[in-house]
């Protein structure tokens, strides 16, 4: 960190990153030279044959091309271990030994074409197992080659050009602020273009309709405005992760465990929130939106044979099936609607409209008849394909009109979502129908993920026409609602959020908070970056960590305002690449559209009491309730992925119903073990 430059630009590779791609070709080159260097010894009297001039020259070229490289490589590896992350300095002869390797590429290039046009020659008398072995070097060194280049397209920066994205110190000099803005403005909009273009590229099949096109400008805005202020690697990232988590680890072991979780007082009153029995059995509901896909994941064994007892064979139309239920976009087995009835143990007479339709800010979903707990279930499929990606990172705020409720804002795209489904809801006359067969029944809304967000937002919607529904919202996203609107849903929404899940924390405002923290981590390390990487694998799978990290609270939080590492690689023309300057009207719209935002209703964090005692065991959870301020930091640790499967959730829900089964209390009051 920062990025290097060489060739006049900067690359998305810091000069500390070399180590290990240096070590592996230096491997690979070493045993590629052991075999040439036999075959050479070995068989020299079978070179004795026509063109065998030819292929003693190849062959000696290579020998000597890879011991170059070799030792070249081995420079460009000891220079890389030098110095940390920040402090570059150790690291200044980098680009020159850069330069040098790359002049090795071109004999080497030559000398493959030699090689590849003595291997497609005739080889008349010589030795066929002397020309399989030149054939198999000339074949690895192509492959070599190609590698190299695929691997300068991937650390390629399109925005890494001296006149589009750096600032020269001696250029600024003599700029009125005006140019100086304009400047700025035009790299901004070139970040934003570059970033929706690899959106378009990575989402190529979500389509390119109206929504899909606001959907790449909208997260490409939000990404470029992200790292607008630094500049940073994928490894240096990594690496603060790393720092992160250790020093996070640290703090929870010595800190009072209760005082992690910010608790509130229990609700009382309302069986919605007492009922432990009826949040597990609404998870049901919201695993079946996932459709086959997730049965067959959490049911692996099984799963085919009870999917085709449901399923119906060349089903190829959208339309009603047996029942009225009208089914559409679903394939054409009805898979996914077996999945919905697997989950649920319910009748396809119990489904009352089912649509996986999937497109950007249209998001799948489907009502059904709950008889077992007397109501009219709607439930919102989460994430699960790229175009529901887009939907996800469409994370600006937007206005949601709350009648009577000041500064109601509410994540963009996850609101549009809502507002499909309430629309379709409307104009299909869907709850109506639902009503007119079981007019007194309750309405519950409930989803997952992406589709808890929608849910919450969705209720929100359906509120004034349906003043006693409530919404159950697993795993909901963080950076959801404003406050205002948060405190508006308790009145009907309650969020289950389980143990150290990423996403019910993950916002515009936490991410630059994490930002702020990864900065700090490694500003404060004085470790080479290898060895943070090294380390922080090994701390993952052991446990165990450097006790001499040190604390990223020790050291003074940056300014995020201004360019976070004014350190960069020097060119060799001896002048410095630079994070380009903050503009302080900008930051002041930056702020405004990263106000923070928070999960919704009453919320139930799930929390681990007692550590699964081996791999095939579970651990021990208890519930606790905490305020939405209890989200407003993300935690690294490697279970910020794994406690967000909808799965994981499903079975810390049915541990918590046994132990209120047995009559005894799920909910933590006093505890003396780490619960976050």
């Known amino acids: 960190m920062p990025g290097l430059v060489v060739f006049g630009r900067r690359w998305e590779i810091a000069s500390d990153d070399l180590l290990f791609p240096g070590g592996v070709e230096i491997f690979i080159r070493a045993i590629w030279l052991l075999a040439i260097s036999v075959v050479y010894n070995e068989h020299r009297d079978l ?43 150790p690291r200044k002869q980098m680009p020159s030994l850069l330069y040098v390797r790359f002049a090795l590429y071109m004999p080497e290039l030559a000398w493959d074409i030699i090689g590849t046009y003595w291997t497609f020659h005739d080889h008349v008398g010589c030795d066929r197992d002397v020309v399989a072995i030149v054939e198999g070097a000339v074949i690895f060194s192509w492959i070599v080659l190609v590698i190299t280049v695929v691997g300068i397209a991937v650390i390629f920066d399109p925005l890494g050009s001296r006149n589009r994205f750096s600032y020269w110190p001696e250029e600024q000099k003599g700029l009125e602020s005006d140019e100086t803005d304009q400047l700025m403005t035009s790299a901004r909009s070139a970040a934003a273009r570059v970033w929706e273009n690899r959106c378009k590229v990575l989402c190529c ?20 405005d992200f790292f607008k202020d630094v500049d940073l690697t994928p490894s240096d990232i990594a690496a603060g992760l790393a720092l992160l988590q250790q020093d996070q680890d640290r703090h929870s072991v010595f800190r009072d465990p209760m005082s992690i979780i910010t608790t509130q007082p229990q609700p009382h009153g309302d069986p919605h929130l007492e009922d432990l029995g009826l949040v597990a059995h609404y998870m049901k509901f ?52 077996a999945g919905i009835l697997q989950h649920t143990g319910l009748m396809a007479t119990d489904v009352v409209y089912a649509t996986f339709h999937n497109k950007v800010y ?20 989460g994430t699960l394909s790229l175009r529901d990606a887009l939907t996800d990172l469409s994370a600006e705020s937007e206005m949601i009109d709350v009648e009577g409720v000041e500064g109601t804002f509410a994540h963009k795209g996850i609101l549009q979502a809502a507002s499909f489904i309430h629309k379709k809801l409307e104009e299909e006359n869907i709850l109506a129908n639902a009503f007119w067969k079981v007019p007194d029944y309750s309405l519950v809304v409930v989803g997952h993920s992406l589709g808890a967000g929608a849910a919450s937002l969705l209720s929100i919607l359906l509120r004034p026409a349906y003043p006693r529904l409530f919404c159950y919202a697993y795993s909901p996203p ?79 939080s940056p300014n ?70 209890h989200f407003t930091s993300i935690i690294v640790n490697p279970k910020m992925l794994s406690d967000h499967m909808p799965d994981a959730v499903m079975k810390a829900l049915d541990q918590l119903v046994h132990v209120q089964a047995r009559g005894l209390q799920p909910f933590l009051q006093h505890c003396s073990q780490p619960v976050v």
């Open 205 to 224: 099949c979500a389509g390119f309709d109206e929504h899909s096109q606001n959907a790449f400008s909208d997260v490409a805005q939000v990404i470029a």
């Open 286 to 337: 919201a695993m079946a939106a996932y459709g086959w896909p997730l049965y067959v994941y959490t049911n692996p064994l099984s799963s085919l044979c009870q999917l085709s007892t449901e399923c119906s064979c060349c089903s190829c139309s959208s339309g009603q099936v047996e029942g009225g239920a009208l089914i559409m976009s679903d394939n054409c087995c009805r898979c996914n609607l």
């Open 47 to 89: 070179l004795k044959c026509a063109d065998g001039n030819v292929l003693a020259a190849y062959l000696i070229g290579v020998i000597v091309q890879l011991c170059l490289i070799i030792v070249i490589n081995a420079c460009i590896v000891h220079v890389s271990m030098q110095g940390t992350i920040t402090n570059y300095r």
């Open 478 to 556: 963080g950076g959801l609602v404003s406050k205002s609107t948060a405190e508006y849903t308790k009145n009907f929404t309650c969020s289950i959020v389980l143990g150290k899940d990423l996403v019910p924390r993950l916002g515009i405002s936490t991410m630059e908070d994490l930002k702020s923290k990864l900065i700090t981590a490694i500003n404060s390390s004085d470790k080479p970056k290898y060895k943070i990487l090294v380390g922080g694998v090994w701390y993952t799978l052991c446990g165990s960590a450097d006790p001499h990290t040190p604390s990223s609270t020790t050291a003074p």
């Open 362 to 381: 249209e998001i799948p979903f489907f009502v059904a008849l709950d008889h077992d707990r007397r109501s009219v279930v709607v439930a919102v499929r």
């Open 560 to 629: 995020l305002t201004q360019p976070l590492l004014d350190e960069i690689t020097s060119m060799p023309s001896g002048r410095d690449y630079t994070s380009q300057p903050d503009d302080s009207s900008i930051r002041q719209q930056a702020a405004t559209q990263s106000a923070p935002l928070y999960p919704p209703g009453h919320i139930i964090h799930i929390v681990e009491v007692e550590p699964a005692s081996s791999c095939l065991s579970q651990p021990t959870y208890g519930a606790v309730w905490v305020d939405t301020d």
